[in-house]
């Protein structure tokens, strides 16, 4: 069982608010000030301070939280492990490209191994899924793009090539060009906090240019209407292998690659440190 002073700490980590934290913990402000000044009394540091009027975590409240986080998972884990024998369930994030192009084989190989298992998968974009993995609602995810490895437990799934692709008629076709050439054209791009748009960014960014670079930008998160758009010549755009692996093959789309840069990105799996359940996902590992 979570200490209760934790939890009222996570609350308010989520909240930034005395009072909105007291109207969730169904309890009075003053309770929940009591909390905080018992936690930093035990540890004998400031978990947090005010700037101006608005609530910060310290440094040291920082720490508190990622160990609290894992805590408060491990709890509600084990509570789960020992009230009745239940069949294994996982829940399972995944970025939009993994969801939809890489996942189903290995939920097919983890329910073949564990029939009465259940899998309980979550799509969205990367900064999406790790912030549910911090609150506890994910067990661990498969993300692509960028994040700050030092929070998270991780380990490399595999790694994709990245690149260009456009209608088979348009210029850029089955070649590899310079940079400055693709600026002139239409990008079709994926929504902030995706991995797909991070590691272009990141590519641009070598080249000092932004998204801003380019003559126009379309921003939209389905990869349905961004391949269906390339088709029609509407614009152009970068992909991972996976996504557009069958419109290749049917000649809809073409591939086109940046000079100087072999482009590709890695997926992860992740899930909290300290996660004393981490075993019950080894079989996705292998």
Same mark, same amino acid.
């Given at each position: 069982?979570?200490?209760?002073?934790?939890?009222?700490?996570?609350?308010?980590?989520?909240?930034?608010?005395?009072?909105?934290?007291?109207?969730?913990?169904?309890?009075?402000?003053?309770?929940?000030?009591?909390?905080?000044?018992?936690?930093?009394?035990?540890?004998?540091?400031? /978990?947090?301070?005010?700037? &101006?009027?608005? !609530?910060?975590?310290? @440094? $040291? +409240?920082?720490?508190? =939280?990622?160990?609290?986080?894992?805590?408060?998972?491990?709890?509600?884990?084990?509570?789960?492990?020992?009230?009745?024998?239940?069949?294994?369930?996982?829940?399972?994030?995944?970025?939009?490209?993994?969801?939809?192009?890489?996942?189903?084989?290995?939920?097919?190989?983890?329910?073949?191994?564990?029939?009465?298992?259940?899998?309980?998968?979550?799509?969205?974009?990367?900064?999406?899924?790790?912030?549910?993995?911090?609150?506890?609602?994910?067990?661990?995810?498969?993300?692509?793009?960028?994040?700050?490895?030092?929070?998270?437990?991780?380990?490399?799934?595999?790694?994709?090539?990245?690149?260009?692709?456009?209608?088979?008629?348009?210029?850029?076709?089955?070649?590899?060009?310079? /940079?400055?050439?693709?600026? &002139?054209?239409? !990008?079709?791009?994926? @929504? $902030? +906090?995706?991995?797909? =748009?991070?590691?272009?960014?990141?590519?641009?960014?070598?080249?000092?240019?932004?998204?801003?670079?380019?003559?126009?930008?379309?921003?939209?998160?389905?990869?349905?209407?961004?391949?269906?758009?390339?088709?029609?010549?509407?614009?152009?755009?970068?992909?991972?292998?996976?996504?557009?692996?069958?419109?290749?093959?049917?000649?809809?789309?073409?591939?086109?690659?940046?000079?100087?840069?072999?482009?590709?990105?890695?997926?992860?799996?992740?899930?909290?440190?300290?996660?004393?359940?981490?075993?019950?996902?080894?079989?996705?590992?292998?």
């Amino acid at each position: 069982m979570l200490d209760p002073k934790l939890h009222t700490f996570l609350v308010l980590c989520e909240t930034m608010h005395y009072t909105r934290a007291a109207q969730r913990l169904c309890v009075t402000q003053p309770a929940v000030t009591h909390q905080i000044r018992a936690l930093e009394e035990h540890y004998g540091c400031r /978990l947090f301070s005010y700037e &101006g009027k608005t !609530l910060r975590l310290t @440094e $040291a +409240g920082v720490r508190l =939280r990622e160990m609290a986080r894992s805590l408060a998972y491990n709890s509600r884990k084990m509570e789960q492990a020992m009230a009745v024998p239940a069949p294994r369930i996982l829940r399972v994030g995944a970025t939009k490209t993994i969801g939809e192009f890489v996942i189903a084989p290995l939920i097919s190989r983890f329910l073949r191994r564990h029939p009465e298992g259940t899998v309980s998968l979550t799509v969205e974009n990367t900064r999406a899924l790790l912030r549910a993995l911090e609150e506890g609602r994910l067990d661990f995810a498969l993300v692509e793009g960028f994040f700050d490895r030092e929070r998270y437990a991780v380990r490399l799934y595999r790694r994709e090539s990245f690149f260009g692709v456009c209608a088979p008629e348009h210029p850029l076709a089955g070649r590899t060009v310079p /940079l400055a050439e693709v600026l &002139g054209e239409r !990008l079709l791009v994926r @929504e $902030a +906090g995706s991995g797909t =748009r991070a590691i272009l960014e990141a590519a641009l960014r070598q080249n000092h240019c932004t998204l801003r670079s380019f003559s126009g930008v379309v921003e939209i998160s389905d990869f349905s209407t961004i391949k269906a758009l390339v088709v029609e010549n509407l614009g152009v755009s970068f992909l991972y292998a996976p996504v557009v692996e069958r419109e290749l093959a049917a000649g809809k789309l073409a591939r086109f690659d940046l000079a100087g840069q072999a482009l590709s990105g890695a997926f992860h799996f992740v899930w909290l440190r300290d996660n004393l359940f981490a075993g019950e996902w080894e079989d996705w590992m292998a």
